[in-house]
């Protein structure tokens, strides 16, 4: 994998799941993050290309979204935070397929903490929950 791939699968990890890596889950909510990542790359098509274009595919993980919180987190230079090398660690390992697939397949989730589910969850039993995330395998996308 290109070190640039990395290194915004990296980002997107942390923007999307670091608060659930000191808890109980630990690292595997930063896999099953990247596992959806690697899940939608390996499937194609209109997901992307490359790790960058599926991570920063407008819409899609929200950290990467204008006016999300996470974005000026994710988008400095250099993040010192130790949880943030983990994310690099695990980044590294889920792309070259060193871990097993958490979600079962998945390639989309949401934050299990949502007052109303999203609309693209009606009628699709989810696969696994994993933390503060529901992840699901979506068809035909």
């Given at each position: 994998m290109k070190t640039d791939d990395i290194n915004i699968l990296a980002?997107?990890?942390?923007g999307e799941a670091r608060g659930e890596y000191r808890g109980q889950v630990g690292i595997a909510s930063l896999i099953a993050v990247g596992n959806v990542v690697m899940n939608r790359l390996n499937a194609g098509g209109w997901y992307g290309k490359t790790i960058q274009e599926?991570?920063?595919?407008?819409?899609?993980?929200?950290?990467?979204?204008?006016?999300?919180?996470?974005?000026?987190?994710?988008?400095?230079?250099?993040?010192?935070?130790?949880?943030?090398?983990?994310?690099?660690?695990?980044?590294a390992k889920v792309s070259n397929g060193q871990w097993p697939d958490l979600?079962?397949?998945?390639?989309?989730?949401?934050?299990?903490?949502?007052p109303l589910f999203p609309k693209w969850t009606?009628?699709?039993?989810?696969?696994?929950?994993?933390?503060?995330?529901?992840f699901y395998q979506l068809k035909g996308d």
């Open positions: 980002r997107t990890l942390y599926v991570c920063q595919k407008p819409w899609q993980f929200s950290c990467w979204n204008q006016g999300d919180p996470n974005l000026s987190i994710i988008t400095q230079g250099i993040i010192d935070d130790p949880v943030f090398s983990v994310c690099r660690e695990v980044a979600t079962q397949g998945s390639n989309h989730y949401h934050a299990s903490t949502m009606k009628g699709i039993r989810p696969k696994v929950s994993i933390g503060n995330h529901i």
